[in-house]
T-cell receptor
């Protein structure tokens, strides 16, 4: 149980294009989903927190107009990197929380974004 | 915000040895701590957790110790195996009035197990 998937697992795009990453909870309803970014040889940094049906809460320094988050259902959240640039190349990881799991987050496998 | 840090960025051990990975945290309000294992190109994998009202918790081959006095967390892996080679992250959770809390990750320790 508590499986989280991400799609795509890898994506390569040209500078200036937009990329959408999906995060799905496969066997549970995720009341809250989190998006992290991880640069090579670094730790995970929380980008934003999204609750189903409401606007995402972004961490300081994360541009909400550049990283659009939609949490339209209890099993799906999407992160859209708009007008991607090479510096946005990173490993994007989502996690999901379900009420009653005492703050435990279930992580997805990550999406490797490379912007050329 | 406050951050979680690690004393040792790399750790090399021989197969069969015990490994100890350390972590210092700074937010005294954190009430839940987790250790994750991350293999190259994959998401974090839950290893073990501990709540702030405990000082020790054991799992299969792993033990987590929590010392709230000095804000220190450690992960002990018994009989380390080559498959344990990965990056290990500690994370602290602070509820902050929410039902889910927020995780702050440490910098990570690279564990290398030599056959």
């Amino acid at each position: 149980g508590a499986v989280v998937s991400q799609h795509p697992s890898r994506v390569i795009c040209k500078s200036g294009t937009s990329v959408k990453i999906e995060c799905r909870s496969l066997d549970f309803q995720a009341t809250t989903m989190f998006w992290y970014r991880q640069f090579p040889k670094q730790s995970l940094m929380l980008m934003a927190t999204s609750n189903e049906g409401s606007k995402a809460t972004y961490e300081q320094g994360v541009e909400k107009d550049k990283f659009l988050i939609n949490h339209a259902s209890l099993t799906l959240s999407t992160l859209t990197v708009t007008s991607a640039h090479p510096e946005d190349s990173s490993f994007y990881i989502c996690s999901a929380h379900t009420s009653g799991s005492y703050n435990e987050q279930f992580f997805g496998p990550g999406t490797r974004l490379t912007v050329l | 915000g406050e951050s979680v840090g690690l004393h040792l960025p790399t750790l090399s051990v021989q197969e069969g040895d015990n490994s100890i990975i350390n972590c210092a945290y700074s937010n005294s309000a954190s009430d839940y701590f987790i250790w994750y294992k991350q293999e190259s190109g994959k998401g974090p994998q839950f290893i073990i957790d501990i709540r702030s009202n405990m000082d020790k918790r054991q799992g299969q081959r792993v033990t987590v110790l929590l010392n709230k006095t000095v804000k220190h967390l450690s992960l002990q892996i018994a009989a380390t195996q080559p498959g344990d080679s990965a990056v290990y992250f500690c994370a602290e959770n602070w509820a902050g009035g929410t039902s889910y809390g927020k995780l702050t990750f440490g910098q990570g320790t690279i564990l290398t197990v030599h056959p």
